[in-house]
């Protein structure tokens, strides 16, 4: 009986390499930044969440659908939102009560 030839795989299918400092994007919170590339605002929102423990809602659903492509690694959550205002003019507001963080134009 001959055995059959160990067959490699990867768990890995493809990687996105973030151009700027070339961080990979899908492992970037290892080395404590937040990378997104093209992705709708709606989607970086939901990472920014997770990753500053905030909440987020938007009052206008075409800014929700905006791209954003970034890399945040020491920066505050109003510093990180900022930047993002500067490539669509939005403006945003922290709740105290309600712990949100309001996006509108």
């Not at 151009?19 to 990472?47: G, I």
Request: proline share 3%; charged share 25%; glycine share 0%.
């Amino acid at each position: 009986v001959t055995a059959a030839a160990p067959v490699q795989t990867s768990a890995v299918s493809s990687l996105t390499y973030h151009p700027a400092d070339s961080s990979v994007v899908e492992t970037s919170w290892v080395n404590n930044k937040l990378v997104f590339r093209n992705k709708p605002f709606e989607e970086v929102a939901m990472e920014m969440s997770r990753w500053y423990d905030v909440d987020f809602e938007f009052r206008d659903n075409d800014l929700m659908k905006k791209r954003f492509t970034g890399t945040f690694a020491t920066e505050s959550i109003y510093e990180a939102l900022t930047s993002l205002s500067y490539s669509y003019n939005f403006t945003f507001t922290y709740n105290k009560v309600r712990k949100v963080f309001i996006i509108d134009k």
